[in-house]
T-cell receptor, first 114, second 112 residues
């Protein structure tokens, strides 16, 4: 079974803090993704990575950066947290060129910025 | 520009009846489609998918239908069970390594 873990289930940070969200997958997947989920807006892609040290902007990258130094780990960084970044953050991974294109998601991190 | 649309935010059905969840898309380059199910405070889990070369895919109580000419797909759940109550996301992609585009989701409630 694929397992995607996220460092925290719940996180509370103050405005202006630098925030690190960590994601680890144990299935040697090349592709990894960061999304945020907000009511009425669905899942929106922030950044994704096709492989180690590779990164691509998604649909809403502003205010975020990422790091992929090891294949199993994909980090999302909020350089200076703001209240509009309060959201549920979801990490996902996928085998490149897999038979079916589904992504496997972690349990999510509920981030509150006050 | 929303390329994957789930126009109904919610659906309520009686246990044992059929649930039909709809999804429309605008990008004709999409060549595969997926449905995810999400419970509160959990990550989405993959439910079922369909390639654009097919018009139907079935897995137990879940069937996805694809109408390419109408750019429309639907998920049928028969019979619906209370445990099916969740948010369902439709997603689409083009090419094996492409990103997925998700709809806004629909909240399904199955009444006992």
């Amino acid at each position: 079974d694929v397992k995607v873990t996220q460092s925290s289930r719940y996180l509370v940070k103050r405005t202006g803090e630098k925030v690190f969200l960590e994601c680890v997958q144990d299935m040697d997947h090349e592709n990894m993704f960061w999304y945020r989920q907000d009511p009425g807006l669905g899942l929106r892609l922030i950044y994704f990575s096709y492989d180690v040290k590779m990164k691509e902007k998604g649909d809403i990258p502003e205010g975020y950066s990422v790091s992929r130094e090891k294949k199993e780990r994909f980090s999302l960084i909020l350089e200076s947290a703001s209240t509009n970044q309060t959201s549920m953050y979801l990490c996902a991974s996928r085998l490149a060129g897999g038979r079916i294109y589904e992504q496997y998601f972690g349990p999510g991190t509920r981030l509150t910025v006050t | 520009d929303q390329q994957v649309k789930q126009n109904s935010p919610s659906l309520s059905v009686q246990e044992g009846r059929i649930s039909i969840l709809n999804c429309d898309y605008t990008n004709s380059m999409f060549d595969y489609f997926l449905w995810y199910k999400k419970y509160p405070a959990e990550g989405p889990t993959f439910l079922i998918s369909i390639s654009s070369i097919k018009d139907k895919n079935e897995d137990g109580r879940f069937t996805v239908f694809l109408n390419k000419s109408a750019k429309h797909l639907s998920l049928h759940i028969v019979p619906s069970q209370p445990g099916d109550s969740a948010v369902y996301f439709c997603a689409a992609g083009s090419g094996a390594n492409s990103k997925l585009t998700f709809g806004k989701g629909i909240t399904l409630s199955v009444r006992p």
